[in-house]
């Protein structure tokens, strides 16, 4: 099992930025990928980005390209979303989620985090 956990969201005003961060605990030996999903109201969960845990590649949604940046510190098992020129739309609640090497999705998840763009 792994553990994820949260932290970073917050309210702030449009053409802000914000920092996300994830810490995994548990058995994160098997992880293949991390990513950041985001709910807002209503509306189904999207995928933000994502990077693999061994080399580092990234991939983004089209509304976030340019504008957000994954990371990760493989020795803290952190992953990190940098939220740049922050938009009312990118307000939702965002998803920590990991996937192992024999996985086929994601399978972990986190609780969520708050993220609010005032316009």
């Known amino acids: 099992q792994v553990q994820l956990v949260e932290s970073g969201g917050g309210l702030v005003q449009a053409g802000g930025s914000l920092r996300l961060s994830c810490v995994a605990s548990g058995r994160t030996v098997s992880t293949s990928a991390m990513a950041w999903f985001r709910q807002a109201p209503g509306k189904e969960r999207e995928f933000v980005a994502s990077i693999t845990w061994s080399v580092g590649s990234t991939t983004y949604a089209d509304s976030v390209k340019g504008r957000f940046a994954i990371s990760r510190d493989s020795a803290k098992n952190t992953v990190y979303l940098q939220m740049n020129n922050l938009k009312p739309e990118d307000s939702a609640v965002y998803y920590c989620?990991?996937?192992?090497?024999?996985?086929?999705?994601?399978?972990?998840w986190g609780q969520g985090t708050q993220v609010t763009v005032s316009s």
């Open positions: 989620a990991s996937r192992t090497i024999t996985s086929t999705g994601y399978v972990y």
